[in-house]
């Protein structure tokens, strides 16, 4: 299994936004995005509440057995492209590209609050533990209040 940290923000702590944010109207013009309306499920108009949160994690395939990078491409490469396709995350091969006894691939998900960008993580580091074709060496995940 892998370890995650306890994401910051949980258990329903707030993280204030400093509003009102600046935004361009077009025309040079400085508008707030408190101010905007917002469109919400019943077509009521409320104002800019939204944060954006960062989900990053960096995790290790160890390829045991492996002994060129091509074997390591045919391992990592269909990896990165069903993280990509199955949970629409930004990934990537981000370290060890020169070592083909393993792998570091890390990814990011977006989201508007902790608790979603927990899940989503979560959800892909079960499929990798699952699904890869190379056993999970470990993972570190971190979250960002970006907004």
């Not at 390829?63 to 629409?88: C, D, M, T, W, Y």
Request: aromatic share 4%.
């Amino acid at each position: 299994m892998h370890a995650t940290s306890e994401p910051p923000g949980a258990g329903g702590q707030e993280n204030p936004l400093p509003l009102p944010l600046p935004r361009c109207d077009g025309n040079g013009a400085s508008t707030t995005l408190a101010d905007s309306p917002v469109r919400g499920e019943t077509g009521d108009v409320a104002p800019y509440t939204g944060r954006v949160v960062v989900g990053t994690c960096r995790f290790e395939l160890l390829l045991e057995g492996n002994r060129s990078l091509k074997g390591k491409r045919s391992v990592v490469v269909p990896v990165i492209a069903q993280l990509r396709r199955r949970f629409h995350v930004a990934a990537a091969e981000v370290d060890a590209q020169d070592d083909h006894a393993r792998a570091i691939v890390g990814f990011a998900v977006v989201a508007n609050e902790v608790a979603h960008a927990s899940r989503m993580v979560e959800a892909v580091m079960a499929w990798v533990d699952t699904a890869a074709e190379a056993p999970l060496g470990g993972c570190e995940v971190e979250y960002l209040h970006v907004f």
